[in-house]
């Protein structure tokens, strides 16, 4: 089985642009999380699709935006980029979400905002 | 809410020693922890996760954890360590009822000299 693959895996923007990052989960996986993982706030939980629909969201500004598709792939959003919002952005897998399952972390995309 | 505690950003070994690294955790509600690894450039892999069916959790790569409810503690520990374990290692708590949410510790890095 493929794993989790993410696209691009480096990208540099300018602040005040925005970006999206695409994450396409393990084939049969419906749930997917992304985190933000920099030095200096370790690796943080953005927000988690299932089924097309947000179940749950990280402390995150709305600048930070997701969507998930029918086929399961997801994709978030960054508006009017920060120097701060550069960071290695992982997305995560899962069946469903029980506790009985295990995510599934891709490579990551890393993000440079100059 | 749940929350984990990794101490020390920095464990350095030699190679064939004993490798510790440390977690706590607080959690009002039975938690589910996992160590993660993550190796430069390269997203998280699972290395182990309790999820209260044992208290010793034998993992990956020939490492285990011990789940210690009295001390709030799931270290991670290796008899012998090798070059190949130089790596990051995060230890997080699952949020109750589901794993798609989780909460990560600040990381330790753990290097292994010759």
């Known amino acids: 089985k493929a794993g989790v693959t993410q696209t691009p895996r480096y990208l540099i923007k300018t602040r005040g642009q925005q970006v999206t990052l695409s994450c396409s989960p393990i084939?049969?996986?419906?749930?997917v999380s992304w985190y933000q993982q920099t030095p200096g706030q370790g690796l943080q939980f953005l927000f988690e699709y299932f089924s097309e629909t947000q179940r749950n969201k990280g402390n995150f500004p709305g600048r930070f935006s997701g969507r998930q598709f029918s086929n399961s792939r997801s994709e978030m959003n960054v508006s009017t980029l920060e120097l701060g919002d550069s960071a290695l952005y992982l997305c995560?897998?899962?069946?469903?979400?029980?506790?009985?399952?295990?995510?599934?972390f891709g490579p990551g995309t890393r993000l440079l905002v100059l | 809410a749940q929350s984990v505690t990794q101490l020390g950003s920095h464990v350095s070994v030699s190679e064939g020693a004993l490798v510790l690294l440390r977690c706590n955790y607080s959690s009002s509600v039975p938690p589910y922890l996992f160590w993660y690894v993550q190796y430069p450039n390269q997203g998280l892999q699972l290395l182990l996760k309790y999820t209260s069916a044992a208290t010793l959790v034998k993992g990956i790569n020939g490492f285990e954890a011990e789940f210690k409810k009295s001390e709030t503690s799931f270290h991670l520990t290796k008899p012998s360590a090798h070059m190949s374990d130089a790596a990051e290692y995060f230890c997080a708590v699952s949020r109750g009822g589901s794993n798609y949410k989780l909460t990560f510790g600040k990381g330790t890095l753990l290097t292994v000299n010759p």
């Open positions: 084939s049969g996986h419906r749930s």
């Open positions: 995560a897998s899962m069946t469903s979400g029980g506790l009985q399952e295990t995510q599934y």
